[in-house]
């Protein structure tokens, strides 16, 4: 409430005039006069807001709660007692706050199950195209090795494990590409591309058909296309956390395709690959020392080989996978001239 | 340069650095604390303080618009521009990774399209921001429509190419005169008639300095290679070349192009009136070049956290070089109807920072 009589000045909200007034404190408020003492309003204690200093200290800025369009600039007032504050506490800006820190976290935390979701409702067929747009992209960037006798063997150890898959899954299509990546992919469809590095570094036929049921393991349970999703969500997040879309329109299928799997994707795909492999009545040691091998690859040439890059954790996999071996001895999973034309993929000689 | 009759200098600010600066901390430790979400509030606190430290004709402006508008908008355009288009990308990509042509051109049309959005979510988020600007309690505005703005945008990036730059002048001045003839106070537009008649004697030195600047370095480059190539020796040849090259850009062309936008400048808010007053903007080449290198500075070393402070120095200038010839008659200004979006550059800040204001 005003002590005295001051003056100041007046915009009334409905013109960008501004009027020289006199202020009149009253019992709950104050009046607005004009200079020639007509009244022009009346503001109630109740329903002042202090609108902070006028910037230069030369005066005092009020609004009105029931005119909020009109401003009242007070030329050195001194209140008797304060009026309410502008800047009161809401509760709601911390809460929309955490309310989104959770939204964000949650959807975060969810984000592989959720993934796992969706590519469980995505059509095969979409899926399919998706996995043969991947792979023709590497087809071009890379040769394909293709033998009549190495892509028969091939082809028929695949069939071989695969028999253990869902039945609309069995149909896998692999491919050879002639890099010498230590590498094996598997693709949202049925899709499986071998790097001929991974064929150089495989000691016996049982090692490559531990590394190929691991895969179609991710295949069945289509592991890529979850992949695939999760890697868009983790985008979308980036996008709502930076505020910038710039990053994430740029960045496309390739760099999400690079998201390595989660480790409870390899677990179970370790587990599936054992019992493919039990299935086809292949052994598992083969598998086992195919991990050895990559870390004693990794140690030499302090290189960690891409097939490791991407399936983490070798010597305890390893390990289990011992752990859950089949005691029979049993066959090699390929004879000695499918063995040798596999090797031979790519041209190289064994 | 003088004035016919003696123009005023209405605006003025109060903002003091620090306080700026204080803002600008405190907003990048909530961001870290809230993974960021606070942003939206941390940029209006920045406007409130902005906005408010202006006066003019001795009464303050205001910024009115909050946080929770701004929050808002941005999950909008998520929905409803940003996932939409990050779908059409990701498919694009998808087809040109397998090599189907339809991938190309599905990307040559999604380039410009984004391009165009950002064009007319900037042209958006202005309304949004004059509406919420308030001066002696009369709100600001903008009409005109955001695609037909983008539109033009578009003309001008087309074209720029196809004449090798020299559109620019005039393209940038169609612009701003459709933004300021769109621009309301109240019930009423401001008028921009600025023309570039003027403007192409220092843009064509600006273009001429460029040009031989960009022809000397690339002439000098291909020489240095070609001595490599016969001695074998790059490094202690192409290093002592650097600084001066970049000191050379600093002269040759930061010179001719702050005089160009100096002129620029000038010429935009010479043509600009308002109920019969027309602004005029005192601004120098050399003021010009002192308060960009020192904002380029700023946001540099301060990694864009000072961006606030250099959003400050900026109303700053403004407000020293604006002056208005005559005074506007305020009384016959009502307040428009039109109270703008209800919320804040959705397009704007899920596809381009902006900046500050
Ligand atoms: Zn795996």
């Known amino acids: 409430m005003l002590s005295d009589d001051r003056s100041g000045r007046f915009n009334d909200g409905k013109s960008a005039a501004s009027r020289k007034v006199r202020l009149w404190s009253l019992a709950d408020g104050v009046e607005i006069r004009g200079e020639d003492g007509f009244l022009i309003a009346v503001w109630k204690t109740a329903d002042l807001v202090d609108d902070g200093e006028l910037p230069g200290g030369k005066g005092l800025r009020m609004r009105c709660k029931a005119e909020p369009d009109a401003r009242l600039t007070v030329e050195a007032a001194v209140f008797v007692r304060p009026v309410a504050k502008r800047g009161t506490f809401h509760w709601r800006i911390p809460a929309a706050m955490a309310l989104g820190v959770a939204v964000l976290v949650g959807l975060y935390l969810a984000l592989p199950n959720l993934a796992r979701q969706i590519a469980l409702v995505v059509p095969l067929e979409t899926e399919r195209g998706w996995g043969n747009q991947i792979a023709a992209g590497f087809e071009r960037q890379m040769r394909a090795c293709r033998t009549p006798e190495g892509n028969e063997a091939l082809t028929r150890l695949v069939e071989r494990l695969a028999a253990g898959l869902p039945p609309e899954r069995r149909a896998v299509n692999l491919r050879v590409l002639d890099n010498a990546a230590v590498n094996a992919i598997a693709l949202p469809g049925a899709e499986i591309i071998v790097f001929r590095g991974l064929l150089d570094q495989a000691g016996d036929p049982d090692e490559l058909a531990g590394v190929l049921a691991h895969e179609l393991t991710h295949v069945g349970e289509r592991h890529p296309a979850a992949n695939l999703i999760r890697g868009i969500g983790v985008g979308v997040l980036a996008t709502m956390i930076t505020g910038d879309a710039s990053g994430m329109v740029a960045s496309g299928a390739a760099t999400v395709m690079a998201a390595a799997y989660t480790r409870d994707d390899e677990a179970a795909a370790d587990r599936g690959a054992l019992r493919l492999l039990k299935q086809a009545g292949i052994g598992s040691a083969g598998f086992a020392t195919f991990f050895r091998r990559l870390e004693v690859l990794e140690g030499g040439k302090g290189l960690l080989p891409a097939w490791l890059s991407t399936h983490p954790e070798t010597a305890s996999r390893a390990a289990a996978i011992d752990a859950a071996a089949d005691p029979r001895k049993l066959p090699p999973s390929l004879r000695d001239a499918e063995w040798r034309a596999v090797k031979s993929i790519c041209g190289k000689a064994v | ?357």
């Open chain 2, 1 to 357: 340069m003088q004035s016919r009759i003696q123009a005023s200098r209405p605006f003025r600010h109060h903002g003091g650095t620090g306080a700026m600066i204080a803002v600008a901390l405190v907003n990048l430790a909530l961001s870290i604390a809230t993974l960021s979400i606070w942003r939206f509030w941390g940029r209006t606190k920045v406007r409130r303080l902005l906005w408010s430290g202006v006066t003019a004709w001795d009464d303050p402006v205001e910024y009115t618009g909050t946080g929770g508008e701004l929050f808002k908008g941005f999950l909008v355009a998520l929905v409803v521009i940003y996932l939409p288009l990050l779908g059409l990308y990701t498919w694009a990509q998808a087809l040109v990774v397998s090599g189907d042509p339809l991938g190309t051109i599905l990307l040559s049309v999604l380039y410009p399209l984004t391009v165009f959005l950002i064009a007319a979510g900037a042209y958006r988020a202005r309304r949004y921001q004059l509406s919420r600007t308030l001066w002696r309690g009369i709100r600001g505005g903008q009409t005109g429509s955001a695609w037909g703005y983008a539109l033009r945008s578009m003309a001008v990036w087309l074209l720029l190419p196809l004449t090798l730059g020299w559109v620019w002048p005039w393209g940038e001045m169609w612009l701003a005169r459709y933004r300021l003839d769109n621009t309301c106070f109240g019930d009423r537009r401001f008028c921009c008639d600025a023309g570039v008649a003027g403007l192409y004697g220092r843009f064509a030195v600006a273009w001429l300095c460029i040009m031989a600047y960009v022809g000397l370095v690339s002439l000098l480059f291909v020489q240095t290679f070609l001595d490599s190539m016969q001695t074998g020796e790059l490094d202690e040849a192409a290093a002592p070349m650097i600084p001066v090259m970049l000191l050379g850009a600093v002269i040759v062309m930061t010179l001719p192009w702050a005089w160009y936008r100096a002129g620029f400048y000038r010429a935009m808010a010479g043509g600009t009136t308002f109920e019969g007053a027309r602004f005029s903007a005192q601004v120098t080449t050399w003021t010009l070049i002192r308060l960009s290198i020192g904002n380029g500075l700023i946001s540099l070393f301060s990694l864009g956290v000072l961006r606030p402070w250099v959003a400050l120095r900026i109303f700053r200038f403004a407000c020293g070089v604006l002056a208005v010839d005559g005074v506007p008659d305020f009384a016959g200004i009502r307040q428009g109807w039109d109270k703008g979006p209800k919320t804040g550059e959705g397009m704007v800040s899920v596809l381009d920072g902006v900046g500050e204001f």
